[in-house]
């Protein structure tokens, strides 16, 4: 059982890997973040996302910050009420149709945002154009 479980994982990085090959070439990758302006967990996420920013030369990070910025909050409740999730604080990130709420470090979260870029762009993201159905 551990050598098809050890399999499949070697399979799916593979198929991750060529993905993500594909995608630096040719299409650009958004990440968006909502986050609070003194928050220590969205300082944490930004300071990782610098870490990593420079391995993707098609990523844009765009951020938002909602405590002080009430455009910005309004945006974050549309998103909220897109994706179907309740806030349960900042940041709240968004790679293509993924979202991940909260930071805790990099072996956690982190893995989960890396994941999610390695994923193909999905165009109908709503953020895009900020329009909301």
């Known amino acids: 059982m ?54 993707y030369t098609n990523l844009e990070i765009k951020e938002y910050e909602v405590w002080y910025d009430d455009d910005n909050a309004s945006l974050l409740t549309k998103v909220e009420s897109y994706f179907n999730i309740k806030r349960s604080g900042v940041p709240t990130t968004i790679i293509g149709n993924t979202v991940i709420q909260g930071y805790q470090n990099e072996s956690s979260t982190g893995k989960k945002i890396y994941c999610a870029l390695l994923l193909p762009p999905h165009p109908q993201n709503p953020l895009r154009t900020k329009t909301f159905p």
């Open 2 to 55: 551990k050598k098809i479980a050890k399999l499949m994982f070697i399979i799916i990085s593979i198929i991750f890997i060529s993905t993500n090959v594909n995608a630096k070439e040719t299409d650009n990758l958004t990440l968006y973040v909502f986050k609070g302006d003194g928050c220590p967990h969205c300082k944490a996420e930004m300071d990782y996302l610098d870490t990593i920013k420079d391995k």
